[in-house]
């Protein structure tokens, strides 16, 4: 019962903070739309190259949609053109020798023409492989062998066709051999945004929580209403539950107000049920709750809350799957298993994009409840600063 | 007369600074207690220890019998802090809502006892206005209605006359005879001799130390002197000599 007064008053509060309301709601969304944005004109962008005496066959090769090619006429410094043209390459050939020179100053541009020019490469040594191959049956184990080693060096998400010899029995009549890619979680367009997503989603949910539910209780503790709070016969576990559970649903409906932004707005599809997403989300607010209302214990003005997000907040964000985890150092690995922000990100990626079930999230959510149950019986011990019983 | 509150022997320190010295004191019901004293003299800090907010260093606290701090105690007591611990951004109205059930007041009686509190200190017209919009009078006067919000059977008020007309002052003081005669105990703190005199017991403290008690006639009459500011001047003064025999 005392807990539902404190959970009215937060709600009262609240509603009536209309800037708190604000960057509750619509500062997710607006992050969120400009994160969209910003992450979709990645996936369309086109590297300029400048090339001299570049057989038109080959520029031919190298050429797809990400890249334009400009030929130069007149022998000049790939260095120079670079510089002048604002060109993110330049392919020359001297004496049979082809040099790339790459700006490099934006490594997606740099990545896109390696990999044409990688891919050109191959396909014109395959060509050549062809053809000598019909001149000797001979040259055929150098050859598979050779194939084996191009295989291996094809990027995986290479989307052109291939022309390879098929099998040994018609290897006198090489046929095209097709490639044909499936995807097994999102489709080919997916962008860096959508894969993004369940961790924005996890990150948005939990800063926003931490610091408002923070800098309340701080509130309430400057204010001295704590205090006043703390004379009355309520219990301090009660004080932490009216907060939770304010807050919480706070956080329900800030979650679901971003998920829903995100399939009819941003148009996202979450492969998984909704219902696990806001569950996962909710879990993970708590945490975030509970983690705000104990560090909030640590300063003494909302300036000092503020100052935890460097410590707490952000070196969450690099453990929620940005960079994937497995590839870290050991010690690395273990710094992300004491984040909460990596068991929900991860338990979100699978909800929404490998369609996992509740089942196969148990286990982060489980880890996400221990923290919380840690930091709620933390809050408690904090409390007895202000009154023992 | 039975004890409501008895301190004994309480000692309190802030950052190695030693502010309470030995403090004793009994408040007993039918009784208003009434703690004087200049500003810094530690009145809040003695509040605070009764209550249960501060630990003391030494000695104890007992109220109806249970050892403080005890949470199922401060349902029996209304308590108003020297500093208006409000929330702003709610009415009158709310705030006064909000206290009531945390004491549990009961929904049949929530309005009533709203209102009736509100009346004591004639803040009814204004429960529907944010505190944020309160002026510093009205806050003191909601703080006071609040502590009172759930019938209490002790009342410990931090100088609650503070910013209040002398009208109001007197209604106010006239209710808390009212509650004493009811048997309530009321202990209050006041840096001013004219609550002072309304008090029936008086404990004058200077620096931490209790420097004389008995009620306001007894003490005029043991300092031979017509007023208790000279009491406390004169009681201040053999309290020194005492202190550097
Ligand atoms: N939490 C604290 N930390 C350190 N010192 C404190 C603390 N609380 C009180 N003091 C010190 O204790 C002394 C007594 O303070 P207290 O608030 O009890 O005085 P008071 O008699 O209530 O004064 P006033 O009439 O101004 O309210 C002061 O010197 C004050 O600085
Ligand atoms: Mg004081």
Not at chain 1, 355 to 378: E, R, T
Not at chain 2, 18 to 26: E, P
Not at chain 2, 103 to 127: C, P
Not at chain 2, 136 to 159: N, Y
Request: with cysteine.
């Amino acid at each position: 019962m005392r807990i539902l007064t404190i959970t009215k008053r937060i709600f009262v509060e609240m509603f009536r903070d209309k800037r708190t309301l604000a960057l509750m709601f619509v500062a997710p969304l607006f992050i969120l739309s400009l994160m969209y944005f910003l992450f979709q004109s990645n996936t369309n962008t086109v590297a300029d190259i400048g090339t001299y005496n570049v057989s038109s066959s080959l520029v031919k090769t190298i050429d797809n949609k990400h890249i334009k090619i400009h030929k130069m006429t007149s022998d000049v410094s790939a260095k120079k053109t670079i510089r002048d043209k604002d060109y993110a390459g330049f392919i020359k050939k001297t004496d049979g020798k082809l040099t790339v020179t790459y700006q490099n100053a934006d490594q997606s541009k740099t990545a896109i023409i390696k990999k044409s020019v990688q891919m050109a490469l191959i396909k014109v040594q395959m060509k050549q492989l062809v053809t000598a191959t019909k001149k000797s049956k001979t040259g055929l184990i150098k050859m598979q062998a050779q194939l084996q080693q191009i295989k291996k060096q094809l990027p995986s998400t290479m989307s052109s066709q291939i022309p390879a010899p098929s099998a040994q029995k018609n290897m006198q009549k090489p046929t095209n051999l097709k490639l044909t890619q499936h995807y097994l979680y999102g489709k080919s367009d997916s962008s860096f945004f959508t894969t993004m997503l369940p961790v924005f989603l996890g990150f948005m949910v939990f800063f926003f929580v931490f610091l408002i539910s923070g800098i309340s209780l701080l509130n309430e503790r400057n204010s001295r209403t704590l205090d006043r709070l703390l004379a009355t016969p309520v219990k301090r576990s009660e004080i932490i539950y009216g907060y939770l559970t304010g807050y919480g649903a706070v956080a329900i409906i800030q979650t679901a107000v971003i998920v829903l932004f995100c399939i009819y707005v941003l148009s996202i599809s979450i492969l998984g049920s909704i219902w696990v997403v806001l569950l996962i989300c909710f879990a993970l607010a708590m945490v975030a709750l509970s983690m705000g209302l104990f560090v909030s214990t640590f300063a003494a003005s909302e300036f000092q809350m503020v100052q935890f997000i460097p410590i707490v907040v952000i070196p969450q964000i690099f453990f929620s799957g940005l960079i994937p985890v497995a590839n870290m150092a050991g010690w690395l690995q273990v710094i992300a298993h004491i984040m909460p922000l990596y068991y929900g990100a991860s338990a979100l990626t699978d909800v929404i994009q490998k369609q996992a079930s509740f089942s196969a999230v148990i286990p982060q959510f489980s880890a996400i409840l221990a923290f919380l149950l840690v930091f709620i019986i933390l809050n408690m011990i904090g409390m007895r600063k202000y009154r023992k019983v | 007369m039975d004890a409501v509150v008895t301190v004994t022997h309480v000692d309190k320190s802030f950052n190695k600074k030693r502010i309470l010295h030995d403090v004793n004191l009994t408040a007993s019901a039918h009784e208003i207690l009434g703690l004087i004293g200049p500003s810094g003299a530690g009145k809040t800090t003695i509040i605070k220890n009764i209550m249960g907010m501060e630990q003391p260093d030494d000695g104890k606290v007992t109220i109806f019998g249970n050892r403080m701090p005890n949470r199922q105690v401060l349902q029996r007591i209304g308590f108003m802090a020297q500093d208006d611990a409000l929330y702003e951004s709610l009415t009158g109205r709310e705030n006064l809502k909000f206290f009531a059930q945390l004491f549990g007041v009961k929904k049949d009686q929530l309005n009533e006892r709203i209102e009736y509190t509100a009346g004591v200190v004639n803040l009814n017209q204004d429960l529907g206005k944010r505190v944020s919009n309160y002026s510093g009078g009205m806050k003191r006067r909601l703080s006071l209605a609040i502590s009172l919000i759930q019938d209490p059977d002790l009342l410990v008020l931090d100088e609650p006359t503070v910013g209040i007309d002398p009208e109001l002052r007197r209604q106010i003081w006239d209710e808390l005879r009212k509650y004493a005669k009811d048997g309530k105990s009321i202990i209050i703190t006041t840096h001013v001799m004219e609550d002072a005199a309304e008090c029936d017991e008086l404990l004058m403290i200077r620096e931490g130390h209790i420097i004389t008690h008995g009620s306001p006639a007894s003490l005029e009459k043991e300092y031979n002197v017509d007023n208790l500011e000279q009491v406390f001047l004169k009681a201040g003064k053999s309290n020194e000599n005492s202190n550097n025999n």
